[in-house]
Nanobody
Framework: QVQLVESGGGLVQPGGSLRLSCAASGSSFNIATVGWYRQAPGKEREWVASISSRGIPNYTVSVKGRFAISRDNAKNTVYLQMDSLEPEDTAVYYC????????WGQGTQVTVSS
């Protein structure tokens, strides 16, 4: 069983930055693929970024070069550094972990607006 708790969302102006954190419980974090999805109003949930147990990151095209995913296995935490934010990045961001099955956090709101 894995529980995920996100933090770090908020309101930011276009061009600004935010860092999301996701703290995981359980002893399987270091072998899990972890990542972030987001869901904007009226849209389906979409994959944003993920990082393998060996630390290999992958990104959706729209955030490549602006977002950076990282993990700290000692702290059971995954991060999403988001720079050069755009209004189109506004969404609820969800942390996920895959260890046999997929686990989800409760989500954190990110709003990019002037």
């Amino acid at each position: 069983q894995v529980q995920l708790v996100e933090s770090g969302g908020g309101l930011v102006q276009p061009g600004g930055s935010l860092r999301l954190s996701c703290a995981a419980s359980g002893s399987s974090f270091n072998i899990a693929t972890v990542g972030w999805y987001r869901q904007a109003p009226g849209k389906e949930r979409e994959w944003v970024a993920s990082i393998s147990s060996r630390g290999i990151p992958n990104y959706t095209v729209s955030v490549k070069g602006r977002f950076a995913i990282s993990r700290d296995n000692a702290k059971n935490t995954v991060y999403l550094q988001m720079d050069s934010l755009e209004p189109e990045d506004t969404a609820v961001y969800y942390c996920m972990a895959v260890v046999g099955r997929t686990y989800w956090g409760q989500g954190t709101q990110v709003t990019v607006s002037s």
